[in-house]
């Protein structure tokens, strides 16, 4: 009994947090709106069930919206594919949820941003912090290294 209150004041508390996200992204602060939903997201795990999965699904999907938004394409594409998924998972357990319109249109908007993404060429990024000790011209020869043998392909 006390676990099953546990997991419900958790879903409670991620379904505030998802209210608190959707009113900052309308008024644009979709930095503040992300650590909304990341804080929900977190608050949600190990809970389980068909109310745990009716929240868990707006945050990903609102992760993943907020993510291409500001132009994060592998964050978004992360949050697509697992909303993708959560949205599959949902409508096999509660076939007759309410917001069908909303998440169809999601699922029409990520299946084309995947599309779209799949034909954008990835973008070379070399962390050189990871060159321990080596001075900036090793830096800068090990740099320019990738950076050709990403254009020979």
């Not at 930095?31 to 069930?49: K, M, Y």
């Not at 949050?79 to 998440?103: D, H, M, N």
């Amino acid at each position: 009994m006390l676990r099953a209150l546990g997991q419900f004041r958790r879903v409670m508390k991620g379904s505030g947090l998802l209210g608190k996200a959707g009113k900052l992204e309308r008024r644009g602060r979709l930095p503040e709106a992300r650590v909304a939903l990341l804080e929900a997201l977190e608050t949600l795990e190990g809970t389980q069930g068909e109310v745990a999965s009716s929240v868990r699904l707006p945050v990903v999907t609102g992760l993943a919206r907020i993510a291409a938004t500001m132009k994060d394409r592998v964050e978004a594409i992360g949050y697509i594919r697992q909303g993708l998924a959560l949205w599959s998972e949902f409508r096999l357990k509660v076939p007759t949820t309410r917001k069908v319109e909303t998440f169809t249109q999601w699922e029409s908007w990520a299946r084309a941003y995947l599309e779209a993404a799949s034909n954008v060429p990835a973008e070379p990024t070399m962390k050189l912090d990871f060159i321990p000790d080596a001075d900036p011209l090793a830096r800068w020869s090990a740099y320019t290294a990738v950076m050709a043998r990403l254009g020979e392909r």
